[in-house]
Structure formats: C-alpha cells, structure tokens
C-alpha cells in the first residue's frame, strides 16, 4: 500500500512539475524544448517513483520470504533514515519519519525475522 501511494505522489508531482510549463502556439525550432528544459526539475519526483518501485519490489520479496527482500527493504530504510536525519541536522526534524523509520528496522532485526528470511535461504 505505502509503495503505491509513493508511486502515485511521485506521477502527481511529474504532472504538476509538467503542468507548469508554458504552452507554446508556434515553436520556435523543436517543439519538445520546454518539456526537455524541464527535465532537470523532475529528479525528485523521478526519485520518488523509484522510491515507489522499489518499495513494491522489497514488498513482493517479503510476502515470498526472500532474503533479497529483507536486505531491499533494509537499504530503503537506511536511506529514509539517513534523509529524516538530514533534515533533523538542517533545522526541520521529521519526528513521525524518524519513528516509523526506526520501528521498521527495529522489527526487521528481530532475530525470529532474520532467522525466517536465512532458513529460507539455507533451504532454498
């Protein structure tokens, strides 16, 4: 649920970034040179849709028990707590993001978790 509704914020934020451009009657030479001048402004929204894909990639692994899926899941976590730390440094502390971040890789390391994922390994 959460990769799909980063997914769909990451689409809205293109087609808002999109939505911004001027609209050109008669161009000038290359009809497409306001969307590929805007290209650069859509990285965070590009990001945040591959956040989104790999969210449902980690998802899918752990409802199959993969070990790829912990490990994918626990990057992801790292790399959400390592941005909610930045922003705490620079002034503006997302608590909720901190928590929920921490909860997550707090429940991921709980031994009876990790043995699962390696017997499926071991197994496997």
């Not at 990769?3 to 689409?11: N, Q, R, S, W």
């Not at 929204?45 to 790829?68: I, Y």
């Not at 990057?75 to 921490?102: K, N």
């Amino acid at each position: 649920m959460e990769a799909l509704l980063v997914v769909l914020v990451g689409a809205v934020m293109t087609a808002q970034q999109l939505g911004m451009l001027p609209v050109v009657v008669d161009p000038p030479g290359w009809a497409f040179g306001e969307v590929v001048r805007q290209l650069p402004g859509l990285g965070l929204a590009t990001v945040v849709v591959v956040a989104g894909g790999g969210l449902s990639l980690a998802s899918l692994s752990l409802m199959r028990m993969r070990e790829g899926g912990w490990v994918l899941a626990m990057a992801l976590q790292a790399i959400g707590l390592a941005d909610a730390l930045y922003e705490a440094a620079t002034g503006q502390p997302p608590y909720l993001l901190l928590a929920l971040g921490s909860f997550v890789v707090l429940v991921l390391n709980q031994r009876e978790v990790r043995q699962a994922f390696d017997l499926r390994h071991e197994h496997g």
